[in-house]
Every structure is written in C-alpha cells, then in structure tokens.
C-alpha cells in the first residue's frame, strides 16, 4: 500500500464516527455566510506575476519534522499575509501532518481581524461531504480533492458540495489518466503534484509533462518540491499560474524575499 492509500484509509476510518447526510440546505446556509476573504480562483488568476500559495506545514510523511508541533498557525500566516502570499493552504490533518480544523478556525479569524482577503485552502483528505461542511463554516474558500484517490461518485458528492457552499475545489493530479477523470468535472483550477507518493521523490518534470496537457482556460498549479526561484521559473515557464509551497517557506529564513522571488519567477 503507497502513502497516500493508506492516509486515505486512515481518514476514513477516522471519519466514520461523524458521517452524517449533509442537506443542500445546510451547504447553501454555510455558503451565504461566507465568512472570509476573496475568491480563491481569482487571487490565482493574476497575469502580472506568479501566484503563491502558501502552505502552514508542521510536518510530512516524506520530509518528517518541518517546524515544530507547537507552531501558531496564525504566526505563521501572518508571517505569509506580511510577505503577500496570494492564498494560503492550511493542512488540517493532524495524524500526518500535525495541523487540525481549528487552525483554519484561527487564521480565518486572525485575517478577518486584519482585514485581510487572503482566501485559505482547507488542505485535507477529502472523502465525504461533511468535511465540505466543515471546511465551509470555517470560512475556507477551496477544498482539495485528489483526483487518484477517489471513486467517480465520491469526487462528484464533493463536487456537489462544494458548489452549493460557494468553495472552488483544487483538483489534484500526478499522471496523465488523472488529467481525463478530472477533466470530466469540469474543473476549474488543477493542481499537479511533483510528489511520487510511492518513492516520496519530487521531480518538476512531472508539472512540465502534464501542466502544457491542461486546456486552457483552467487555472494551472505546479505542486510541491519548490524550493528555490529556478523551480518557480521551471514552473512558470511550463504553463503554471500558480506554485503551492510548503516546506521551503516554512523553513525560509527570509519568507518575503523569498515570496517575492517566486513572485517575480
Ligand atoms: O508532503 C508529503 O510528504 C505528502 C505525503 C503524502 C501525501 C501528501 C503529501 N503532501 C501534501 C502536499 O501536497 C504538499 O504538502 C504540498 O504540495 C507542498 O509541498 P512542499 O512544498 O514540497 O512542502
């Protein structure tokens, strides 16, 4: 079993508890609320620079320990909003990844404080639509879903979902055969992540392969194993809109210039 089927199995197992038959109902009451911040699809879509979005990442199944367990989210993101991060990823998986919910509950309330419109990323295992629900009355304005890891009519529920609450959904892929399942929900933002989640390697070339695939239109991420302005600049110049980073921004010792050099990639 790779990584992520078995971090997938572990959410669900986690999740089984707190299953429930989430109404239309509720996802348009959450998606009225809005609480926070801009459209996520839009703070992606500038043409005059790189779109960042920044992750708040305290640790990984590839890189261990990335910062430590106690790390303020919102220190974090403000440290991110200071430097102009277009949006911000906020990993809500503790087991993996020592985040959780009430970071995203935290951040949103630090940015809406700050008048900020930075929109936020739930950054999780996506299975059913009750973590849809969740995600919206946090006041995240995208979820994720992992294209490979989920049936047809899984990906379609929280597709459903997603659009009754108002979320944009990031669509993530790694192989081509991913790029045409996704394709069929008429998606509107792909992310492709460089990570083999079976050798934990991460090689650009996987975003230069696929990223050029994508029609046009739909806005292009290049996920994980950016490190450095080259990366950005590979990422850039094979079609990407967007860059998602984690570990590199958590561990940079100057976060803004560093978020300006990707910027200007
Ligand atoms: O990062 C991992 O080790 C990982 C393992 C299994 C499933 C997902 C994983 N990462 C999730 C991500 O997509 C990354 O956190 C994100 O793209 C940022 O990556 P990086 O800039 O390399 O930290």
Redesign the pocket.
């Known amino acids: 079993m790779d990584?992520?089927s078995e971090?997938m199995a572990a959410k669900r197992q986690a999740l089984a508890g707190s299953i429930r038959p989430v109404r239309n109902q509720e996802l348009e009451r959450l998606g009225q609320m809005q609480r926070q911040g801009g459209s996520f699809l839009k703070a992606l879509a500038r043409k005059d620079r790189l779109s960042v979005i920044a992750?708040i990442?305290r640790k990984?199944?590839?890189?261990g320990e990335?910062a430590s367990a106690t790390l303020d989210a919102v220190e974090q993101a403000r440290e991110y909003v200071n430097a102009e991060a277009d949006c911000l990823?906020i990993?809500t998986d503790t087991d993996?990844?020592g985040g959780k919910l009430q970071d995203l509950w935290d951040v949103v309330e630090f940015l809406e404080c700050h008048q900020r419109k930075t929109p936020c990323l739930r950054?999780d295992f996506m299975v059913h639509p009750v973590q849809v629900a969740e995600a919206a009355e946090a006041g995240a304005r995208c979820i994720l879903i992992i294209v490979r890891a989920l049936e047809n009519d899984e990906i379609k529920a929280l597709r459903d979902a997603a659009d009754i609450a108002g979320l944009d959904i990031l669509y993530?892929i790694h192989e081509e055969r991913e790029l045409e399942k996704a394709l069929r929900f008429d998606p509107k933002i792909i992310g492709v992540?460089n990570?083999d989640?079976k050798r934990?390697k991460?090689d650009l070339v996987v975003s230069e392969a696929l990223i050029p695939q994508i029609p046009n239109g739909i806005i292009k991420v290049s996920?994980?194993?950016?490190f450095d302005p080259e990366d950005a600049t590979r990422a850039r110049e094979c079609g990407a809109d967007a860059i998602?980073?984690?570990?590199?921004?958590?561990k940079a010792e100057d976060p803004e210039a560093l978020m300006e050099a990707f910027h200007q990639a």
């Open positions: 990584k992520l971090i992750e990442k990984s199944p590839s890189a990335i990823s990993l993996y990844f950054k993530e992540n990570r989640l934990f991460t996920e994980s194993g950016i998602l980073v984690g570990e590199a921004l958590m």
